[in-house]
C-alpha cells in the first residue's frame, strides 16, 4: 500500500524508555523524513535524509535520533529526553530534491505513540 | 528558514459550494507548490501541485494557484462533495541542487474543510 511501510500502528512508552518506531519503503527513492503530527500543528520536521549515510536535523529534532544505513530504511528514535513524545508520526520518502524533479512525497499509515 | 500560513483554518460548506484555502510563504526562492490531503485517519496524499512558471493549474474539481510576487497560492475546489472532507496542507519547497535546504517541505498548519450534505 503506497510503497513505504511503518510499523508498528501503536506504541506505548513508558518513562525514561527509548522507543524505535520503523520506516521501510521499496520505492527505490534516496530521500527520506520523519514528521511529527500533534492536533492543530499540522506536520512538523523531525529529521530526513537525502541520501545514504547521511542526515538532517529538521525544525524538533531535540529528543529524537535516526539512523540511515540502508537506502530502504530509516528508523527514527524517540528517547528519553523526548518530554511529550504523545503525537502521531509519519514517515515520508521522496525522489532526491534536485533541480527540475518534483519533490512528491509519500507517507506511510502512520504510528501513533503514547506515554503509559 | 521558510515560513508557511494557511487560511483559513479551519472552512465549512455546503455540498456544491466552492472552497478556497490560502497558503502564504516567506521564502521568495521556493518554486515548488504541492498541496496535500489528508482524510481523517489516513496518510497525507498530494492532490495538486504547481511549478513556479505557471501561474495557474487545473484538474477535474481542483485547481491551484500561485502568485509568486505576493508569494502566496491557493487551492480551488469547485462543487465540492461530502468526501471533499479532510484536512488540507501546502507545503511550498525550494527544489534544486544546492545544499541540505533543498528538497525540505515547510507544511503550513492544515485547513480542515468540512462539506455538508
Known amino acids: 500500500d503506497g510503497g513505504i511501510t511503518q510499523s508498528p500502528k501503536y506504541l506505548f512508552r513508558k518513562e525514561g524508555q527509548n522507543v524505535t518506531l520503523s520506516c521501510e519503503q521499496n520505492?527505490?527513492?534516496?530521500?527520506m523524513y520523519w514528521y511529527r503530527q500533534d492536533p492543530g500543528q499540522g506536520l512538523r520536521l523531525i529529521y530526513y535524509?537525502?541520501?545514504?549515510?547521511?542526515?538532517q536535523k529538521g525544525d524538533i529534532a531535540e529528543g529524537y535520533s535516526v539512523s540511515r544505513e540502508k537506502k530502504e530504511s530509516f528508523p527514527l528514535t524517540v528517547t528519553s529526553a523526548q518530554k511529550n513524545p504523545t503525537a502521531f508520526y509519519l514517515c515520508?520518502?521522496?525522489?532526491?530534491?534536485?533541480?527540475?524533479?518534483?519533490?512528491?512525497?509519500?507517507f506511510g499509515a502512520g504510528t501513533r505513540l503514547s506515554v503509559l | 528558514g521558510e515560513n508557511v500560513e494557511q487560511h483559513p483554518s479551519t472552512l465549512s460548506v455546503q455540498e456544491g459550494d466552492s472552497a478556497v484555502i490560502k497558503c502564504t510563504y516567506s521564502?521568495?526562492?521556493?518554486?515548488?507548490f504541492p498541496w496535500y490531503k489528508q482524510e481523517l485517519g489516513k496518510r497525507p496524499q498530494l492532490i495538486i501541485d504547481?511549478?513556479?512558471?505557471?501561474g495557474e493549474k487545473k484538474d477535474q474539481r481542483i485547481a491551484v494557484t500561485l502568485n509568486k510576487t505576493a508569494k502566496h497560492f491557493s487551492l480551488h475546489i469547485t462543487e465540492t462533495q461530502p468526501e471533499d472532507s479532510a484536512v488540507y496542507f501546502c507545503?511550498?519547497?525550494?527544489?534544486?541542487?544546492?545544499?541540505?535546504?533543498?528538497?525540505?517541505?515547510?507544511f503550513g498548519q492544515g485547513t480542515i474543510l468540512t462539506v455538508h450534505p
Open positions: 521564502d521568495s526562492a521556493s518554486n515548488y
Open positions: 507545503a511550498p519547497l525550494k527544489s534544486g541542487a544546492g545544499g541540505t535546504s533543498y528538497g525540505k517541505l515547510t
Open positions: 520505492l527505490n527513492h534516496d530521500a
Open positions: 535524509s537525502q541520501i545514504v549515510n547521511d542526515f
Open positions: 515520508a520518502s521522496s525522489m532526491r530534491g534536485l533541480a527540475g524533479v518534483k519533490n512528491i512525497q509519500y
Open positions: 504547481i511549478r513556479s512558471n505557471v
